[in-house]
């Protein structure tokens, strides 16, 4: 197979040394999927890269195809996106944006809505941070791989939730992440639940995103923010175990 050129715009989303001088860097791109590349030169001081390669820069790529890995010819930047993630509230926001897209891109495999994804959401913490961002990020991804948790009934004996004015429905007061959805009183396993946090969830995945997003700091924050972190690790976790015995 002859190596050819191609263009492709896309994220870093890490970077690691190879050799002296070489650095490859791993970005996720609009239409090739994961791709790994090898930036020659990029570890010194005169590259001709400069800093356009470092992780978080959203960058328009030349590339040459290899058999394994394959060449950075040329990188341009698209936006500053990693300057104004300097913060470093804001740059330990943008890497867990950066690990969950990693865990979840596939190499070579195409995945527009993830990359759409997750430039709309390094947008979102670099222009106007808050602390549901990354959640209702990992929730929407969630989501988008046909794992949209049940909020409004129990996933066990499917007794309505007391939400939006229906007084005589059953509280929810558990999140079970096997079973992908919430839990009444008697049915009750996994993680429990405030009536807040579950509501901030319905904003989320419910078409009220900003309304959680301009939700400040509080327990039902950091409740959802947690939640949504165990939640995608109990998703890749269990992908990984699947994808391992297939090729079993
Ligand atoms: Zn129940």
Redesign the pocket.
Same mark, same amino acid.
């Given at each position: 197979m002859s190596s050819h050129l191609y263009r492709d715009t896309g994220v870093v989303l890490r970077t690691y040394k190879l050799g002296e001088a070489d650095r490859i860097v791993v970005v996720l791109t609009e239409e090739n999927g994961k791709v790994r590349a090898v930036a020659k030169g990029v570890r010194k001081t005169m590259s001709k890269f400069g800093a356009r390669l470092e992780p978080m820069s959203h960058v328009r790529l030349l590339l040459y195809r290899g058999r394994e890995l394959d060449i950075v010819s040329q990188a341009e930047s698209v936006e500053p996106l990693a300057p104004m993630l300097s913060s470093l509230d804001r740059a330990s926001q943008g890497m867990s944006v950066l690990e969950a897209a990693d865990q979840l891109g596939l190499e070579r495999e195409p995945n527009r809505q993830l990359y759409r994804m997750v430039v709309g959401v390094l947008r979102t913490i670099a222009e106007r941070p808050a602390p549901l961002v990354v959640p209702a990020f990992y929730w929407k991804l969630l989501a988008a791989e046909g794992l949209r948790p049940e909020l409004d009934a !129990?996933?066990? *004996?499917?007794?309505r939730g007391n939400h939006g004015g229906d007084a005589d429905g059953?509280p929810l007061v558990a999140f079970d992440l096997q079973e992908g959805g919430v839990? !009444?009183?008697? *049915?009750?396993s996994g993680i429990p639940i405030s009536e807040a946090a579950l509501d901030l969830m319905r904003a989320t995945l419910g078409g009220r995103l900003n309304e959680a997003l301009a939700t400040p700091e509080s327990p039902a924050t950091h409740e959802v923010g947690v939640l949504a972190t165990r939640a995608l690790e109990h998703h890749i976790e269990r992908r990984l175990k699947s994808v391992a015995m297939f090729e079993h």
């Open positions: !129990c996933v066990r *004996c499917g007794a059953t839990m !009444c009183r008697s *049915c009750r």
